[in-house]
Structures are given as structure tokens and as C-alpha cells.
């Protein structure tokens, strides 16, 4: 069975930082792509970020480059997503997927919510 938990959300002030976390569990980590997305109350999901299988290729959302940097660990099974300089539009359900092309298989955590508010 295939699970993706996402942690590290919370309360955070504007012009602060957070480090979301996605650790993966029951797929062959190092063949999926991997992505953050997001979702605020009342708007459609939106990409905030991508990373190919071997890391050597990011993609970012044009509301969130330069502020924030996609990562991932093939040796923990775990993509991070580091923000910087939050802004209030930035408060969403951040949500994690693994998606292999080949296959067309693709998988969703169950998101972690990040507020900033001051």
C-alpha cells in the first residue's frame, strides 16, 4: 500500500520560514517524479513545485520562485519543499504526489496546512 505523509506545516509569520516534508512508503521511490501542490480555501489545487526522479530537474510555480526550493533524498524516500519569505497568500493545504509516467500512476498524501498570519 502506498503512502505519502507530508509534515512540518503550522503557523508561520510573514517574511518567515518552513520546511514541508513528504516521506513515501510501498513505491519504488527513486522512479517517481515528485511534486508539491497546493490548495486555498475556495481556489483550485495549483503546482508549486516538481522534481524529477534523479533531482536534476526542478519546476516552480511563477507565485513561489526564488522563495522556495524542492528537494529530495532518494536514500530516505523523502522530498522536502523549503519556503522562504512566506507570504500571506502562500496559506493553503500543501499536498505531496509521486507520479510515474510510464505507468500513469500517480499518488496523493493527505496534505498539511500552512498559515501565515501574523
Known amino acids: 500500500q502506498v503512502h505519502l505523509v507530508e509534515s512540518g506545516g503550522g503557523l508561520v509569520q510573514p517574511g518567515g520560514s518552513l520546511r514541508l516534508s513528504c516521506a513515501a512508503s510501498?513505491?519504488?521511490?527513486?522512479?517517481?517524479?515528485m511534486g508539491w501542490y497546493r490548495q486555498a480555501p475556495g481556489k483550485q489545487r495549483e503546482l508549486v513545485a516538481t522534481i524529477t526522479t534523479g533531482g536534476g530537474t526542478t519546476n516552480y510555480g511563477d507565485s513561489v520562485k526564488g522563495r522556495f526550493t524542492i528537494s529530495r533524498d532518494n536514500a530516505k524516500n523523502t522530498v522536502y519543499l523549503q519556503m522562504n519569505s512566506l507570504k500571506p497568500e502562500d496559506t493553503a493545504v500543501y499536498y505531496c504526489?509521486?507520479?510515474?509516467?510510464?505507468?500513469?500512476?500517480?499518488?496523493w498524501g493527505q496534505g498539511t496546512q500552512v498559515t501565515v498570519s501574523s
Open positions: 510501498g513505491i519504488t521511490f527513486s522512479a517517481y517524479a
Open positions: 504526489n509521486a507520479e510515474r509516467k510510464l505507468t500513469g500512476r500517480s499518488y
